[in-house]
C-alpha cells in the first residue's frame, strides 16, 4: 500500500509496499523463460558422528554437518532479448546490469500484453493474458505489434 503524506515544507514522503506487479504474468513467465540456474542447489545433510567397535577400530567415518541452501539464479540476458525479439520489441544495447535489461524488457512487455492482449512466448506462440492480468477495454496493438486502425462512429444523416 502506498501512503503519501505532504509535509509543511511541501515535501513528500512515500512509504512503498508490495510491487503491484509482484507475480504478475509478465514476472512468471520471466523467471519461468528468462531464468539461468547459476549454482545448483545443496541438501541439507545431519552430522553423523564416527562410530568404532569394541576393539576401538572405526567403523564408520564422521560425517560433517551441511547447511542446505536453494540453488543460485541468475537473469539470461541473451533469453530477455530473444523474449522481447519475438514481440517485435526493441531494447537498448547497453544496460548497467542485467537487472536493468530484466527490468526494461518486463516493462515493455507488460505494456504490449496490456495493448495487445497477451504475448508471443517462447516454445507456445501466441498466448492470450490470463483472467489476472489486466489488458485494456479496447485493444490498441495486432500481435504483430502493428496499431489497430481506430473507426470512426459513423455519422448520422438527418
Keep these: 500500500m502506498n501512503e503519501t503524506t505532504v509535509t509543511g515544507k ?11 506487479s509482484a507475480g504478475d504474468w509478465i514476472n512468471r513467465l520471466m523467471a519461468e523463460y528468462c531464468v539461468i540456474e547459476l549454482e545448483p542447489a545443496v541438501e541439507a545433510v545431519e552430522a553423523v558422528p564416527e562410530k568404532r567397535d569394541a576393539d576401538g577400530n572405526v567403523t ?6 551441511v547447511r542446505g541452501r536453494a540453488a ?5 540476458a541473451d533469453a530477455v532479448r530473444e523474449f522481447a525479439a519475438m514481440n517485435n520489441l526493441e531494447l ?8 536493468g535489461l530484466r527490468m526494461a524488457a518486463s516493462n515493455k512487455l507488460r505494456a ?3 495493448k495487445a492482449g497477451g504475448l508471443h512466448v517462447p516454445g507456445a506462440g501466441w ?3 490470463p483472467d489476472d492480468f489486466v ?3 479496447k485493444l490498441s496493438l495486432n500481435r504483430d505489434g502493428t496499431k489497430i486502425k481506430a473507426t470512426k462512429p459513423e455519422k448520422e444523416v438527418a
Excluded: C, H, W
Aim: proline share 5%; net charge negative.
Design 10 to 20: 511541501g515535501t513528500v514522503s512515500i512509504k512503498m509496499g508490495e510491487l503491484a
Design 60 to 65: 564408520q567415518e564422521a560425517v560433517p554437518a
Design 72 to 76: 543460485k539464479t541468475g537473469v539470461d
Design 92 to 99: 537498448k544495447t547497453e544496460y548497467p546490469n542485467v537487472g
Design 112 to 114: 504490449f500484453a496490456r
Design 127 to 129: 498466448t492470450d493474458a
Design 135 to 137: 489488458v485494456n477495454d
